[in-house]
């Protein structure tokens, strides 16, 4: 069993931070991608970022130059640094995992809520 904890959502003004954090535990041995998605209400979940373990990273679009996406292979945990958040950040942020053999987990979701 592989077990995901998100933390690091929260409530901020527009114009705020936050950073969220993906731990991985229990039996997984090598992680291939971490990645952050997020679903607004009404919406389809869709990309925030990811990276590999060779160090490769995507942002999407709407978040590039304020999103930072980075991981520590040491403690199987990934972070999203979010700078200048704007209202329509809002959403829940899952934690996407790819296995070194591909297996694919998510993690629970994490509330942002960033208010105009």
């Known amino acids: 069993q592989v077990q995901l904890v998100e933390s690091g959502g929260g409530l901020v003004q527009a114009g705020g931070s936050l950073r969220l954090s993906c731990a991985a535990s229990?039996?997984?041995?090598?992680?291939?991608?971490m990645g952050w998605y997020r679903q607004a209400s009404g919406t389809q979940r869709e990309l925030v970022a990811r990276?590999?373990?060779?160090?490769?990273?995507n942002y999407a679009d709407s978040v590039k130059d304020r999103f930072t996406i980075s991981r520590d292979n040491a403690k199987n945990t990934g972070y999203l640094q979010m700078n200048s958040l704007k209202p329509e950040d809002t959403a829940v942020y899952y934690c996407?995992?790819?296995?070194?053999?591909?297996?694919?987990?998510w993690g629970q979701g994490t509330q942002v809520t960033v208010s105009s």
């Open positions: 990276i590999t373990s060779g160090g490769s990273i």
């Open positions: 229990g039996s997984i041995f090598s992680i291939n991608v």
């Open positions: 996407l995992v790819i296995s070194g053999r591909g297996y694919r987990y």
